[in-house]
C-alpha cells in the first residue's frame, strides 16, 4: 500500500530539464513526480550513508566527555 503524499514542494528548473524529465518520464511511463521523488529520496539516503561514520564518531566523542 503507498503512502499518502500529504505534502507538496516546488521549485524552478530550466526549461531543458524539464523538458529532459518529460522525455524520460514518456518513454518510461513514468510520472515526473515520482522520478522526482525517487531522485530526492535515493540523493538523501547517499547523503545520510556519507554523513554516518563522521556522526557516529562525534556521538561517540560527545559520549565519552559525558562519562
Do not use: W
Not at 19 to 42: G, K, M, P
Not at 47 to 55: F, I
Request: aromatic share 4%; net charge positive; with cysteine.
Amino acid at each position: 500500500m503507498r503512502k499518502i503524499q500529504n505534502t507538496n514542494i516546488s521549485f524552478r528548473a530550466t526549461t531543458d530539464l524539464k523538458q529532459r524529465l518529460t522525455d524520460f518520464c514518456i518513454e518510461n511511463d513514468l510520472h515526473n513526480s515520482s522520478v522526482i521523488r525517487q531522485a530526492v529520496n535515493s540523493y538523501l539516503r547517499q547523503e545520510t550513508k556519507a554523513k554516518m561514520p563522521r556522526l557516529i564518531a562525534e556521538q561517540q566523542r560527545l559520549s565519552g566527555s559525558l562519562g
